[in-house]
């Protein structure tokens, strides 16, 4: 199986996937996307459409060929509360764009509920899409080597919240870009695991 939903031949109706809340996936070897890239949120009335709209808590685990998950083209997912991924080392984007919606595209997503993310052994994630989440908590990495930009935590006003924990690797945390994230920088709080990702022998330890 290439594809968990296959949504290619028409526009997603507004009833698609309104009422759910959990996504579990486990052991899904040959899986390389949950919906299809060319997914499509239309129905020529309505500019907001309810779909995912009550999403809450996403998680994959050791599905090795993954790529994607949901291809975007709205401003935000509203419920989501909690995203954990684990062990997929193909995955290169969580939430990347998707078909434009009436000739247009987001170019970020908000999570306006979304407090924890948990990535572990996704060696190739670099997710493409801008994420907004004001409301994050709690985020831990580990073996995410090419993920270069967290979340945008700051939302333009007066921000009195808790700094957001960030559990990763050193080597993790110095590689992250804070271009246009100045604002955002300061509100989290990095703690580095003492488990480091040891340095390969070279050449042969036999001798």
Known sequence: MHTVFHLNLSPLPKES???????RASHLKQVECIWSRKIRFYDGREEHLPAFG?????HLHSCPSLKFVLPWSFATLPSLEIIHVT?????RQIFPRGEPYRGRCATSIEFPSLKRIHFHELPKLICEADMLAPALETIKLRGCWSLRRLPTIHNGGANDKPLVLVDCEKDCWDKLDWSGMEESRNLFAPSHSGFYRKTMLRGTPLR
């Open 54 to 58: 009550k999403l809450r808590y996403l």
């Open 17 to 23: 996937f309104q009422s759910l809340e959990t996504f």
């Open 87 to 91: 062990y997929c080392d193909e995955l």
